[in-house]
């Protein structure tokens, strides 16, 4: 039987597991390279860089999360209600108070992040803030605080600065084929490097939908209900939680600067809840509808 511990466990090994497919990717993709360009510094270079992006993706993913959705501190004068009841619901879980940051967007939306419960940190939006009462301003932060004790947010945070490099990869791929090849192989091998760089560019435009997929592998719709659940034992108040959504879902808007890396972080999807394709696409957060009959027993 499945329980919060096993659920912990689970999250970090399938980090782990994460970690070591992407290493492997691009430890490939470097010796493809050195073929091609006959250049064996190119897959010391590539390894290098795998091993290094690793390293970034544990320790400082959150860092790289924080910056791409424009969080800066919040703060604790300013937004004092806000820093109290972050401490309040952390000392209620039985956590350190995370840090505590700001987005100037006027969509409601919030996010969690870190790569523990000793380094994370959680995020809103100003539009939360000026959007939200209490009750529900409690219902969000009890979610987030939730993805920390869940240990979600190793997982969630890694795949972050993972994504981000497999796009990098995709766009040089791209740039490559077009420019053609500087330093290929020789004359006798330049109709095979050019079809191995069409098929490099092939996959370099399919990468997009199977990081989405691996994301949506990693990352299960599970735990964003097990998030509220957890939310709602929290604060005792489910109906703070399930409002605070709906409001979200109501709100109809995007936020300002979306990204596709950071999407599945956010309690809410950050391109709107009528965005399509997007939905289907990074279909990391269940139905808003079904959040809340879960919260209210009506499931």
């Known amino acids: ?94 956590l350190p108070k995370p840090r505590v940051f700001i987005i100037n967007d006027p969509a409601p939306n919030a996010f969690a992040t870190g790569r523990d419960k000793d380094h994370a940190a959680i995020a809103v939006t100003t539009g939360l803030l000026a959007m939200m009462s209490r009750s529900e301003l409690e219902g969000v932060i009890a979610h987030e605080l939730s993805h920390i004790g869940n240990r979600d947010i190793l997982l969630s945070t890694v795949v972050v600065v993972l994504v981000g490099l497999i796009a990098l990869a995709s766009n040089f791929f791209l740039r490559s084929m077009m420019w053609g090849g500087m330093g290929r192989r020789g004359s006798n091998d330049r109709e095979g490097g050019n079809i191995i760089f069409i098929i490099l560019g092939i996959i370099g435009i399919i990468l997009a939908p199977i990081v989405a997929t691996m994301i949506q592998l990693a990352i299960s719709r599970k735990r964003e209900f097990l998030a509220d659940a957890s ?36 309690i809410a999807n950050p391109f709107g809840p009528k965005s399509e394709f997007m939905s289907k696409l990074f279909a990391t957060h269940p139905p808003t509808e079904e959040r809340i009959k879960a919260l209210m027993g009506n499931s």
């Open 1 to 94: 039987m499945a329980t919060l511990y096993t659920l912990q466990e689970s999250n970090v090994r399938k980090t782990w597991f994460l970690m070591t497919v992407f290493f492997g990717l691009l430890v490939a993709i470097g010796a493809l390279f050195s073929y091609v360009y006959n250049d064996a510094s190119i897959l010391i270079i590539l390894t290098i860089i795998a091993i290094v992006m690793n390293i970034v993706a544990y320790w400082k993913s959150d860092a790289i999360a924080l910056a791409s959705a424009r969080a800066v501190p919040a703060d604790p004068v300013e937004y004092h209600e806000l820093h109290q009841v972050v401490e309040n619901l952390a000392i209620t879980a039985g």
């Open 231 to 266: 939310g709602a034992l929290l604060t005792r108040y489910p109906e703070g939680l399930a409002s605070a959504l709906q409001k979200i879902e109501n709100y109809n808007k995007p936020m300002l600067h979306p990204s596709t890396a950071t999407a599945h972080l956010f």
